[in-house]
């Protein structure tokens, strides 16, 4: 304190001096003040000292104008504003101008700063605000000080440069406010360079500026100055949108443009004026299929953005833009995962509020939660927080339709333009032992939901549950870690097979998409089998066995692409026709409404799309009543079904066995061959839960002969009636990957309850059948203790030894 009252001494005596002895002072004593004044304000240490220095040259301009202005030249300020060793008070240059010009009032004089301005600002503003808001005091006084032409220009280049080189303010109300201030003597600076060209240069100059600005957002090392705000909002609403044409035309930095454009909304105040330039690059980019930089965009900012809707101040201008990002990325939870730790937040703000943008925005924050949490339920308590804040929000129910139609759909967008990318499918080298995939069952492993926004290190990708759809996305992870498969349905022509080809694009999406995980919504949409009732759980292999029935039979039968019908589908009831052959929907649950527990060791659809529609219907008169027969067989005594269409799930998955009965009373023998692409595994008639069993030890089980008796007694035609038998089954041709699925699901027709059997199995990496080595790729297990709840997911190996549970 005691220093600041000394300096306060100082500055008073030094003025009483000066009054006093300038009018009796010589021209060169005169001189010698001026310069000594002209030092303290270019060179002084204390604000103190500048303060003195200018209180001097205002003096001796009152008392002594004459002998001044004959001393003071322009060579003086020449050297101020291109002297290479810098000034301590750099910001004083430009009103040194201004005090001269004020003396001068010569129009040559303004015209010789004009040559020099550009320099001084390019050389000394480095993030000191004070010398850009004096310079731009200095253009708007005396406008002929404004280069002309091309320097004009780079005039407004470096401007925009400077600005974005500026500290950016604290989140401090004070340093904000200063930085809102001493821009609006810039934003008058810029609007008189720009209205002082001539009118046919205006846009032309305007479109450069943007240029420059667009230039700095996308090449900065440091995120640039929110103040470049301002000189957006300068900007007429009728030239945004050729603007934003102009920087779409670049195809650079796209991103990082529209990303530092949402940053601006919530961190610069005027956010309204800003909304316009979001919403028309947002437009641009849709037009021009840049989903991914939307997506980007939108994961990487709705978070603030919908934070921000807290403030009143900000909510007018970003709720529109967080609606869009919101309504836009609605066929995946991953946005709205991104705020929903927020919404309670959120909508206890707004209802204190009670204003009318709080209660438009709560109407589209209670819209939405409803909306995305009946299309992506969890099984998880991750929605109890969003369900308890909106019990206060009863004024807003019903809710109001989220997001029509015809709000585009980002998501879909970005699949669609990934599919258009070439894809280079791995070649697979042969091995020394064939594969198999398992679909078994856990209640001991638990997978923790993990959200990501980057692709896994692994290079593996998720599919999202579209709403109890994990035992479809378990079913296609395993189909996708099939490696040869894989490669055979992205170089396959699948224009004609609609199954085929949406499956061709979920590969190609899985393979090429930077993305943590993406959403088969169009597969769902064309693959749910009939009954499958949208949002119910079902069984994952009953859907696998769907699936490559449905994409075999349209292999074989090809359809027009103009003729293209969905297959299945939500709310289908019946199967559609369009498929060609005799499509049958099994279960894989056991019925146990008899007294002979095990059904059936295996079942395969393949052999029943060989089959009329009455084969089918006679199929269980047709040789044996046996539940136990194994594979059945549709040809009759003796026979050999017909060799299946070489589709590429045949080639896959496809296998044939040969299964014989031998009457025991006759010794008359049936013999005829099936063709099979799984393997049913059932466990022994009387087994405990708490018996284990080796996933080998079922396999074998499944290959034993076994005895036809009492109520299972075979139908033999030699003989006439029932009769004791022997079936038995052999291996003719091993399929190149062999899927067996354990019957864990069980159904009493009686008792109309359904159960799951909780048989401890080992399933070990390498297993036999009938000598043919399988290694264990793939794993589709069902985690949970009863039928109708639980949750699908596949452990599945790469090509290495790495393994992965998805």
Known sequence: MSCKIGDKRKEMLI??????????????ECFQILKLGLSWVVDGDRPMVVTVGWSIMDHLKQVQRNVVKDLMNFETLEELLTVKTPFKNKAEVPSLIIWYL??????DEEERVSWYITDYLRDNVNGNMAVLVNTSKLVCQHSRCIPKGPGRIRFCEVVIVNI???????????????????????EKMLTKVWNEEPKKSTEDLLFKCLAVLHSVLINSAKEPCSALAAILQLIDSSLITKAVQAILRTKQGLARTLRTLCDWLICWPGAGRLNPWVNAMMDGLEAERQYAVLMEVTLATVDRLFQALQLPVLRPGIMQIVWRMLASSRHTPQVFLKVMNKIPKVIAQLLIDKSKSSNECLQMVVSMCFAMMNAYPRDDNIYDPVVQALKDCTAFLPPSYFA???????????????????????????????????SYSSNELDVEYIENQERSSTNRVGLNNLGNTCYMNSVLQALYMTQRFCAAVLESDAQSHPLLGELQSLFALLLLTRRCSISPINFLAIVRPPNFEPGHQQDSSEFLTYLLDVIHEQEKCPTAPADTRTVGGAGDDKMETEVCGAMTRWTTEEDLSNQNILQ??????????????????????SHSNSTDSGIQSVCGEESTSPVPYESLVQQAFGGQLLTSFKCLQCEAESVHTDHFRDIQLAFPPGSSPQQEFHIQELLDYFLSPE?????????????????????????????????????RFQYNSKTRRRAKLLHTVECSENIELQQQPYRLYAAIVHSGASVNTGHYYTIARDQGTLWHIF
Not at 102 to 107: A, D, Q, R
Not at 726 to 739: A, D, E, G, K, W
Request: proline residues 3%; glycine residues 6%.
């Open 164 to 186: 974005a080189g500026l500290p950016m303010p604290k989140a401090q109300h004070a340093q904000i406010g200063q930085l809102i201030n001493q821009m609006k003597d810039v």
């Open 102 to 107: 004020s003396l001068i009032s010569c129009t």
């Open 15 to 28: 003025k009483e001096t000066i009054s006093k002895v300038t009018d009796i002072m010589s021209e060169d």
């Open 600 to 621: 059936r060791k295996a079942r395969s659809l393949a052999d029943f799309t060989q089959a009329s529609g009455e084969e089918v219907k006679n199929l269980n008169s």
């Open 404 to 438: 029509d139609e015809n709000v585009p759909n980002w998501c879909e967008g970005l699949e669609q333009e990934l599919l258009g990318t070439q894809y280079r499918s791995t070649s697979i080298g042969s091995t020394t032992s064939k594969e198999f995939i398992s």
């Open 707 to 743: 005895h036809l008796s009492g109520e299972n007694q075979y139908r033999c035609d030699s003989c006439g009636g029932l009769r004791d038998a022997q079936r038995s089954i052999r291996i003719l041709q091993f399929p190149s990957h062999l899927v067996l699925t354990l019957k």
